[in-house]
């Protein structure tokens, strides 16, 4: 009886921490540690930003965001990062008009420079995100792309 | 067998500068095929590069990465003569690892 007792005790305080944390937001954050590819299936920029653990961002100028002002092909297009803000420790890349917004999230160790060049598939034009995490909080830079032939394969 | 990854790994002065071009699909899930089914969804999750013992890049990816993924980044503590090592994970659980030599 006892320890049946307490293991109900202890789920019930764990269920109303959930249910707190998910009203204040928290739950979200814990969810990303628990399923970081959620993050992935998000169909909304709030909710991608949110399963990253991030709800807010300030726009910085010391993010350099180097993408084409025109692409071609949709589904190839360049795509730079490079931060200049101290403790940086990892950029996200985010497509607004894409089905999934979130196409990629870069871990930057100590020691590594916070840099990443990579080629994403943007749907139409569309704002391309880079996303931020620093020691100091969240950071935000953002570029149109133009897109001529989409890149979804639709 | 999935194909090698190039990677390319050269000193700029401290730092080395990785770039590396990969051999994969990188199917959304969402193209048709010429019948009009859908193609199930394949690409790369996950990328993580080591060099001497230590993690220098961690990523996660999903389906809008583009094909044949190219991807660059740059890391301090490797010298000419270690080896990095690169690996990507996909959704069907096929994984690739594939080193080269700092020059």
Redesign the interface.
């Known amino acids: 009886m006892y320890p049946s007792r307490r293991r109900f005790l202890t789920l019930a305080s764990q269920l109303s921490v959930a249910a707190l944390g998910a009203a204040s937001g928290l739950w979200t954050r814990i969810a990303v540690a628990a399923d ?2 959620a ?2 299936e998000a169909t909304d920029l709030k909710q991608a930003l949110a399963n990253i653990g991030v709800t807010e961002m300030k726009d910085s100028a010391d993010i350099a965001l180097k993408t084409p002002d025109i692409a071609e092909n949709g ?4 795509v ?1 990062v490079s931060s200049s803000l101290p403790g940086t420790r990892s950029i996200a890349v985010l ?1 607004e008009k ?3 917004q ?8 100590e ?3 916070a ?8 749907a139409e034009t569309s704002l391309i995100h880079a996303v931020v995490k620093t020691d100091a909080g969240v950071f935000h830079t953002a570029r149109t792309v133009k897109v001529t032939l989409g ?4 | 067998m999935p194909d090698p990854m190039r990677i390319r790994a050269v000193m700029m002065g401290d730092v080395v500068d990785v770039k590396i071009l990969m051999g994969h699909v990188m199917e959304t899930g969402q193209r048709k095929d010429a019948e009009g089914n859908l193609v199930p969804a394949h690409y790369i999750v996950s990328v993580t590069a080591n060099c001497n013992g230590k993690t220098v890049m961690a990523a996660e990816w999903g389906p809008s990465v583009s094909k044949n993924p190219y991807f660059s980044f740059r890391f301090k503590g490797g010298a000419k003569g270690d080896k990095l090592s690169v690996t990507w994970k996909d959704t069907d659980g096929e994984t690739r690892t594939d080193e080269t030599t700092i020059h």
Do not use: Q, W, Y
């Not at chain 1, 589904?75 to 360049?78: E, I, Q, S, T």
């Open positions: 970081p590819r993050a992935f589904a190839v297009v360049p730079e497509v894409n089905p999934h979130l196409s990629a999230e870069f871990s930057i160790p020691g590594t420079e840099f990443v060049a990579t080629r994403v598939k943007v890149g979804c394969g639709g």
